[in-house]
């Protein structure tokens, strides 16, 4: 397997062999295309994107039951289809997966402007610099803080709502939205480790304490159970 998605499946790993019988994985999309002339949101997964989803899959702990959502571009939602396939394929169980409109970039209130300020910003890392230190006009952005609150909000209520013993909530959103997490919640700057294709943040409960860890560091509690 590639490099993308190893640091993932070892995460993950670590987690389940700690006692943790659900979990929440929210990830990035797998390898897509990068064509200039297509709105970015619509470029699709490569050939070698689709491999390494459903590679992922087939290496997920097999006796965790898989759920699915990812946010509605077609890379995500074929990244959960394929991650679900994966596993299913290697053995293990599946319900569904479904669009989850959270896990898109709703936190971008123009996307025009948002685009056209990380142009101005010179790239993606120093513009979410700039919009979790509140330097972003308010009409371009939801405040960064209250929007990882929704997302966290969104995805400790998949803990409170499980379908099988032991389960794995697949949420497959943008590299956007793990940088924000990972600085609002976990205190990981953004100006740290890339987000790379198939990175993931895993959320579990444990103690009556809601915990999110990334492979950068030890876990954190995030909110109380």
């Known amino acids: ?21 659900h979990a929440v994985l929210l990830m990035r ?11 970015d949101l619509m470029n699709p997964l490569t050939a070698e994107g689709r491999r390494l989803a459903r590679e992922l899959g087939g290496r ?26 994966g596993h299913t394929e290697e053995g293990g169980r599946a319900t569904r997966h479904r669009p989850l409109e959270a896990l898109g970039v709703f936190y971008a209130l ?9 142009q101005q910003a010179g790239g993606l890392v120093p513009y979410l ?7 972003v006009p308010g009409d371009a952005m939801m405040p960064a803080d209250i929007a990882a609150g929704l ?18 909530d697949v949420c497959v959103s943008h590299d956007m939205t ?19 294709f198939l990175d993931g943040l895993v959320l579990y409960r444990q103690g ?12 954190k509690p995030v909110s109380e159970a």
């Open 208 to 219: 009556g304490v809601v915990w999110m860890t990334s492979h950068h560091g030890e876990p």
């Open 60 to 85: 997920l702990p097999k006796h965790l039951t898989l759920r699915g959502y990812a946010s509605p571009p077609e890379r995500c939602m074929e990244t959960a289809a394929l991650v679900l396939e």
């Open 29 to 39: 999309h797998s390898a897509r295309e990068f064509a200039p002339d297509r709105h």
């Open 1 to 21: 397997m590639s490099a993308y998605g190893e640091s993932t499946i070892d995460l993950l790993h670590r987690v389940v062999d700690g006692g943790v019988e």
């Open 129 to 135: 610099h700039a919009w979790i230190s509140g330097e």
């Open 151 to 168: 997302i966290l909000k969104v995805l400790t209520d998949k803990l409170d709502a499980p379908v099988a013993d032991r389960q794995l």
């Open 110 to 118: 123009d996307q025009m402007k948002m685009w056209k300020g990380m």
């Open 178 to 196: 793990l940088y924000l997490l990972r600085d609002c919640l976990l205190q990981e700057a953004v100006d740290g480790p890339q987000v790379a």
